[in-house]
Each structure stands twice: as C-alpha cells, then as structure tokens.
C-alpha cells in the first residue's frame, strides 16, 4: 500500500451537526459533507476532535459513518476516526467501522493511560493490523497528555504497510521533519494544526487535517494548493491573511469556536455537547470581527 498517498492534501476534520435537542442531524452532517466536497475537499474526517468524538459513542458513531457515506462515499475518501484509548475495544470497533465501507481509518494516541513509547507502538500495530485500510495516525499531545515520539512514529510506518500517514500537532517542528525524512516513501505528514500547515509543507509535509476547513474550505484548500505547486511566496501571503481566523477559532476548546462560526455564516451546525459549552455573547463578538477582518464573513 505504500507508494501512494490516497487521501489527498486538504481534509477538513468535519463537525459534527446536532440539533436543538444535541442529538445528532444527520440531515445536516449529509448537507455538510456535500458542501465541503463541492468547495474543494479531498477527503473528509469524520468523528475526530473537531467533530467532537469524546460525546459520540459508538452506536452514534455508525449512523454518522454511514450517513455521510450515504452523501459524498462516492466522491471522495471518508475517513473514520475509530482510536480510543482502550486497544481491544478500538480494534472490535475498528472491525465493524471497516465493514461499513469507509476508505480509511484514523487512530488517535491513546488518552489517559499514559503509556510508554512500546504501548503506543503495540496498540496502533494491533488495530492496524486487524483492517484492510490506509491506517491515519494521529498525534496531539496537548490532549493526550503524551507525545509520540518520532521513533515510534517511524517505527508503525517501516513496519506495517497499512500505516500511511500521521496527522502531527505536536508543535515540535524538528519532530516532524525528521519524520518527514526518515518515513518510507508514500508516507504522508499532515499538519494537524491549521497556523502549523505553511511550515509543515515547507519542511516536506504533505498537507493539513483541518479545522478551520468547516469555516472557509476554500481559503484553505488555496494555500495547500500553493504549496503543493510550489508558490511558496503566494502561499505564505494566503497563509498570513487567514491566521487570525485560525488563531481565534482556538481561543478556547474545539470545536465551541467553529460551530459558533458556522452560525455566524448561516450555516447552523448547532452546538456543542456537555462538557463542552457554547461560544460567549464575547467570544462571538470578537470572532465575527476576525471573520470580517480576514474576509470570511460580510
């Protein structure tokens, strides 16, 4: 399976829609899928942090697969999010997500365990190796309370050839280009934090799992597409203009922010579950100036 980087370089991390009551709206999360796909998405992310995964559990989790699948699986690459931080339990659900027909899996570093560095390399080898997918590793020490390190990393891309890619916000810049230029070839690195996508790239990462692509998709897709194509000066110029943006969005927990700016643009996704809770009257204030100031909002 190595070689070839299936996915693509832009992936929104899709929000998850719920409705007045904060059940889910699969009608909604279908439109929404459709309308990231119609803007340039290459791939969607469905169920990770930005889709709130923590407060969707497991049988919720299947109809969201199956309803996006429903609306864009045959356009683009949908991939679930599965990892949780219990391995015998991920692999099961693993099993079952993969019978649906997604086209790829994305496994989170397991959370609140702790384990050492063997752990990480044990438990993504043993989901990955019971599915027949492009296997998405996923790094965030700031809410996994670990980080993986490079070694590790490397280590599950040489050895299993399902493994294709890790989506890296660890923000350790000399971490990531290392595993940029010690992975086998066909191995992608994505940029799991929107401000971190130029700098990836520049350092030989191959795109972004991202958040702010639910908010301007299009602004987005541009500047990996700049630099996809070389245009690093027009890239960096696309970059800096939407920072701000992507800055304030992460004022406080993901996804509070995104959804509140979905509802700034007409575009209500609904809220956010406990214990997770909605934008301030502030907060909304001061985003909606951000989004007039970087162009997204009129």
């Not at 994505?190 to 299009?218: C, F, Q, R």
């Amino acid at each position: 399976m190595k070689g070839s980087i299936p996915f693509g370089r832009f992936i929104p991390a899709m929000i998850t829609p719920f409705d007045a009551d904060r059940d889910l709206d699969l009608k909604r999360a279908q439109e929404l899928a459709t309308r990231l796909v119609d803007k340039g998405s290459d791939a969607l992310i469905i169920n990770g942090t930005t889709g709130e995964s923590p407060t969707v559990f497991y049988p919720q989790k299947i109809k969201l697969f199956k309803a996006v699948l429903e609306a864009v699986g045959d356009r683009v690459p949908v991939i679930a999010n599965v990892g949780d931080n219990c391995t015998s339990d991920s692999v099961d659900f693993a099993k079952e997500v993969v019978s649906l027909g997604v086209d790829g899996i994305m496994l989170v570093v397991p959370y609140y365990n702790k384990p050492p560095q063997e752990g990480l390399y044990q438990h993504f080898k043993s989901i990955a190796s019971a599915v027949d997918l492009p296997v998405i590793l996923y790094n965030i020490p700031g809410r996994c309370v670990i980080n993986m390190q490079a070694e590790t990393t490397l280590r599950l891309a040489h050895d299993l050839d399902n493994i294709v890619a890790v989506k890296e916000a660890s923000g350790d810049f000399d971490q990531i280009k290392r595993i940029i230029d010690e992975a086998p070839e066909g191995f992608a690195v994505y940029s799991g934090d929107d401000d971190a996508t130029y700098k990836i790239m520049e350092l030989g990462g191959y795109g972004v799992i991202s958040t702010i692509g639910n908010v301007a998709p299009e602004r987005m897709n541009e500047i990996v597409t700049l630099m996809a194509e070389g245009k690093q000066i027009e890239a960096k110029a696309a970059h800096d203009a939407l920072q701000p943006l992507m800055k304030e969005l992460f004022v406080t927990a993901n996804p509070i922010m995104p959804k509140a700016a979905m509802r700034l643009l007409d575009y209500d996704c609904g809220g956010v579950r406990l214990p997770l809770v909605d934008a301030t009257e502030e907060q909304i204030a001061k985003l909606a100036d951000v989004m007039r100031a970087v162009g997204v909002l009129t």
